[in-house]
């Protein structure tokens, strides 16, 4: 990466990310790792390194973190194991410890039979629990080796012990014997590795021995007792022997090692990459982060929901940002404190994170194409030293960006051309613009210039974007609104921070009268973009509301579908009934018309009998299309419900809604006897529904002449219905029910019929009338009038 790009880097704050992506790992080979990553221009590569990211996230969300703290650095060590040197006991429990490492992540993934991103990985790992236990029980800490590393060395040990017994106990007979007097303290203590008392100066001739030490004032010296000089030679031998041995242990150890060299070096790398990767993968859960969607191709990027990585994030407003797609440069405006700075680093930072195979804090949905270089001016960086003015400190970066820009790089400005003159410095951001743009650079920049905002509204390929700003409270919401271009809204802070009104006044008028009209747009602009945000609120709300209302109605829906079942079982095992019974009524009927038929030789007998004959079969028929379509319901209509007296006419409810005429009114049982047609019978009032007929149409019945197939009219107008009911049912079935209806109505000979089919939408009310104008038997079609039912029936005058 070239000087610029390093800086831009910094700018960018990428470094500070890298710093705390290096205090997620343990080793300081992971945190080297870490600082030294840098975003890559390979998508394949940096897709690599996305997916071992996200698959070490979620190995850790079922499987938890695995430990690497038990890496240690052991390069050195190897080498000069290799070389043949002695390693010491650091060193050896540095390599048994990353041994150990080794091991438990093995154990680690072997929890998951998974193959991942990170499979190839864990599969480079060997571990060596043999030289690990070798090691681990030959040596206790840095500087205690164990008794049984070895059996010369626990024989050695043991024979020092029993020595070292004899000297405390010679010792202990004489600082508590007679010559205990002489001495300082009654104490056995140690100089040059050997045991001593304390005598005072002045009796150093009453204790034999040799002096090995006196004490500061000398008013004390360190006798070794003449008893115990043999005796402390062969502690002296021993220990001797147990350094050697120890040295053996320690050579033979390292020799092993040096053996494992190879497989010791192996699992290091791997451990170290592991550590490197699950590092990434903790940063995401501290950022809350996920993973964006890294494009197969083209420099674009599209973030949602996006928050910078170093805000914090219970705070930080998100916002979306896009650029590359529709259009390849973005200019933001808006006043100052506004996220204007913030949305441009969030843009630059987030595309290098995932160009580096980092998440990043923004929806998982946000798509990322991959730039070559990411160049950015951002910041004020006047300098003294240099002589440089803050325009001339910026004028001399943008003039490194234009030399290196190119193709598939995105290049990001902060406050464009300021620091200069306002007319100056907007023409020249627009032709810097321009010529990044030639380059076939995306551009984004923060600019207070109107002319800037004209630019990009004039100009194909550039788009506006502004900093949401509330003038009320003088405070930024820090929105990012693209396509619309923002103010600064000076006038309007100024005002609510209590500057004079002749001051505000006097400095509109300043403003020339194109600018002024300008802003007008702008503000405008503003009102109506509040307005359908407002409208959006609220249409979110409703589809909230309509939402949550439409998972009731399925729930009653299914309940109610579910009851239906159960009623729909019951009214099958009840059509049964019905079914039956109106087969024992017909038989009853035939026997008794049959009988008729002997006894009479006239042609009316032979007509009435026919009709009978086609009344019931049409009974029978219709119940069997109603317990085929699983029909539970019919709806009975009444205009009102009262006794019934003798001469009523009733609907059978238990016989396929057959007309009955009423005998004799309900007796105190309940129990009322009617008649249909030839037959009488029982039954109770409860099963059955009066039929009201309107008395306007007894009129013209009384004064119509006697006809020669009188007999035959009246049993069937008793027998058949003149009124069907076919709502809630597919027009398709609805038409085949009218036909079969209209069969039974013309045998009987009545005049009219009525079809009720509901209002509703109309669907099943044209179709019926249709269906009927087209059928030759009918005279007449008309929809019902008032206290008929009015749009909801049809009327049909029969032929």
Do not use: W
Not at 290 to 301: D, N, Q, W, Y
Not at 551 to 566: Q, V, Y
């Amino acid at each position: 990466m070239n000087r610029l790009g390093e800086k831009s880097l910094k700018t960018l704050e990428y470094y500070e990310i890298l710093e705390r992506l290096a205090a997620q790992a343990s080793s300081d080979k992971a945190k080297e790792k870490c600082r030294a990553l840098r975003p890559l221009d390979d998508r394949e590569q940096a897709a690599l390194h996305m997916q071992q990211t996200t698959d070490a996230k979620d190995r850790m969300v079922r499987q938890g973190s695995p430990s690497f703290g038990g890496i240690r650095e052991v390069g050195a060590i190897l080498i000069r194991a290799d070389r043949g040197g002695t390693l010491n006991p650091r060193e050896l429990l540095s390599v048994a410890s990353l041994l150990q490492t080794a091991r438990r992540a093995l154990a680690y993934d072997a929890e998951s039979e998974e193959k991942t991103a990170l499979t190839p990985i864990f599969g480079l790992l060997t571990g060596n629990r043999t030289l690990e236990e070798a090691i681990t029980t030959a040596i206790i800490s840095e500087e205690e080796i164990a008794d049984g590393a070895s059996s010369e060395l626990l024989s050695i040990r043991r024979e020092l012990r029993r020595i070292s017994g004899r000297v405390r106990e010679t010792l202990n007979r004489l600082i508590s014997g007679e010559r205990s007097k002489y001495l300082q303290e009654t104490i056995i203590t140690q100089r040059n590795g050997r045991f001593v008392v304390p005598v005072k100066a002045e009796h150093r001739g009453d204790v034999p021995g040799l002096v090995h030490d006196t004490s500061s004032t000398g008013a004390t010296v360190f006798v070794e007792p003449q008893q115990v000089v043999e005796i402390n030679n062969q502690i002296k031998v021993l220990e001797g022997r147990e350094e050697a041995e120890i040295e053996r242990i320690l050579a033979s150890l390292s020799a092993e090692v040096s053996m494992y060299r190879g497989a010791i070096e192996q699992d290091y790398d791997a451990l170290t990459e592991l550590d490197f990767i699950f590092a990434r993968a903790k940063l995401s859960f501290e950022m809350n982060a996920t993973a964006p969607v890294l494009l197969e191709s083209g420099s674009r990027v599209r973030l949602l929901r996006a928050r910078h990585p170093l805000l914090d994030k219970d705070k930080a407003v998100p916002i979306d940002i896009a650029i590359g797609g529709e259009y390849d440069t973005l200019v933001i405006t808006g006043p100052n404190t506004g996220g204007k700075t913030v949305s441009l680093k969030t843009l630059g930072l987030l595309s290098l994170m995932a160009s580096s195979g980092l998440h990043i804090p923004a929806n998982e949905q946000s798509e990322i194409g991959l730039f070559e270089h990411v160049y950015a001016d951002i910041g004020d960086e006047q300098s003294i030293e240099q002589s440089l003015s803050t325009f001339s400190a910026h004028m001399k970066t943008i003039v490194s960006i234009m030399d290196c820009c190119a193709q598939g790089d995105l290049v990001l400005f902060d406050e464009l051309g300021a620091g200069t003159d306002p007319v100056e410095g907007a023409a020249l951001a627009v032709a810097v613009i321009g010529y990044a743009r030639q380059m076939g650079a995306c551009v984004a920049a923060t600019t207070h210039y109107a002319e800037l905002k004209t630019f990009a509204l004039t100009t194909d390929g550039v788009e506006n974007a502004s900093c949401e700003f509330d003038v009320k409270s003088l405070q930024p919401t820090y929105r990012l609104l693209t396509g619309i271009p923002g103010k600064s809204n000076a006038f309007a802070i100024a005002a609510r921070l209590g500057l004079q009104p002749t001051i505000i006044e006097r400095a509109k008028e300043q403003v020339s009268t194109e600018d002024a009209r300008f802003e007008d747009v702008l503000a405008e602009l503003e009102r109506e973009r509040r307005r359908i945000e407002q409208m959006k609120e609220e249409a979110q709300r409703m589809r909230s509301a309509a939402q949550s209302e439409r998972d009731k109605m399925r729930a009653e829906r299914d309940a109610a579908e579910e009851r239906a079942d159960r009623m729909m079982e019951g009214a099958r095992s009840q059509a049964d009934n019905i079914l039956k019974n109106a087969r024992m009524t017909a038989e009853t009927v035939f026997d008794e018309l049959e009988t008729l038929k002997k006894q009479s030789q006239k042609k009316n007998a032979e007509q009435n009998l026919a009709a009978a004959k086609a009344a019931l079969r049409g009974v029978i028929t219709q119940t069997e299309n109603e317990q085929r379509r699983g029909i539970q319901k019919r709806v009975v209509d009444a205009e009102e419900v009262r006794p019934l007296e003798k001469g009523d006419r009733v609907r059978l409810l238990n016989v396929g809604g057959v007309i009955a005429t009423v005998l004799a009114p309900a007796d105190k049982d309940g129990s009322v006897q009617v008649q249909a047609g030839p037959m009488k019978m029982t039954v109770k009032a409860n099963e059955v529904r009066l039929v009201e007929e309107k008395k306007a149409a007894a009129k013209p019945k009384a004064k119509m002449q006697p006809r020669r197939d009188a007999p035959r009219r009246e049993l069937n107008l008793r027998s058949a219905e003149s009124e069907v009911d076919v709502r809630g049912m597919s027009a398709e079935e609805a038409l085949f029910e009218v036909d079969n209806f209209l069969s039974r109505a013309l045998m009987a000979g009545l005049p009219a019929v009525t079809v009720i089919h509901g209002k509703g939408t109309g669907v099943l009310r044209n179709a019926v009338q249709q269906h009927l104008r087209r059928n030759k038997r009918v005279k007449s079609v008309r929809s019902g009038v008032y206290g008929e039912g009015e749009q909801g029936v049809t009327i049909a005058e029969l032929k």
